[in-house]
T-cell receptor, first 114, second 110 residues
């Protein structure tokens, strides 16, 4: 099976703009999660979508939003970009096993806000 | 806030040596997973250990879990230069919401 894909891989935006990132999960995976990774804060959970519904949400401001489509593809949007939003944004699709969820990550989108 | 903390933050060893890194977490878990991340790239799933398991092996990897101490360790035996990466533990404290530790940066010197 193809892995998790994320587009674009790199992005440079200006403060105040908005950005949309895309994630295609592994075929058959219905859960998609988003994470922000920065050197200072590490990996932080943004939100999770399952069957087009946001199921879990991390502690991020409302500028960060997402959605999931019927084919499980997901998008993440950040409005009114701030310098501190510069980060690696990782998407993960999940498979539910008897032992719990197992996540598979995409390569990430490197966002730089100038 | 992040639930897990890895120790040490950084580790440098010679090729062929064993590398051990530890992870502590705060709440009850269903499972604990270890991931590897090469510089600035996505995370690669290494191994999952259930809360009712104490030890698990996968190739050169050995993971232990002590739920009474809320801690886990990852042992990489006979390390190789290609093992150079950051290693993270993650716990699923709430459904499919994972909490990642701060990571251990491993450098294997050829």
């Amino acid at each position: 099976k193809a892995g998790v894909t994320q587009t674009p891989r790199y992005l440079i935006k200006t403060r105040g703009q908005q950005v949309t990132l895309s994630c295609s999960p592994i075929s058959g995976h219905r859960s998609v999660s988003w994470y922000q990774q920065t050197p200072g804060q590490g990996l932080q959970f943004l939100f999770e979508y399952f069957s087009e519904t946001q199921r879990n949400k991390g502690n991020f401001p409302g500028r960060f939003s997402g959605r999931q489509f019927s084919n499980s593809r997901s998008e993440m949007n950040v409005s009114t970009l701030e310098l501190g939003d510069s980060a690696l944004y990782l998407c993960a699709s999940s498979l539910f096993l008897a032992s719990g969820y197992e996540q598979y990550f995409g390569p990430g989108t490197r966002l730089t806000v100038t | 806030s992040q639930q897990g903390e890895e120790d040490p933050q950084a580790l440098s060893i010679q090729e062929g040596e064993n590398a051990t890194m530890n992870c502590s977490y705060k709440t009850s878990i269903n499972n604990l997973q270890w991931y590897r991340q090469n510089s600035g790239r996505g995370l690669v799933h290494l191994i999952l250990i259930r809360s009712n398991e104490r030890e698990k092996h996968s190739g050169r990897l050995r993971v232990t879990l002590d739920t009474s101490k809320k801690s886990s360790s990852l042992l990489i035996t006979a390390s190789r230069a290609a093992d150079t990466a950051s290693y993270f533990c993650a716990t699923d404290a709430a459904g499919n919401q994972f909490y990642f530790g701060t990571g251990t940066s491993l450098t294997v010197i050829p």
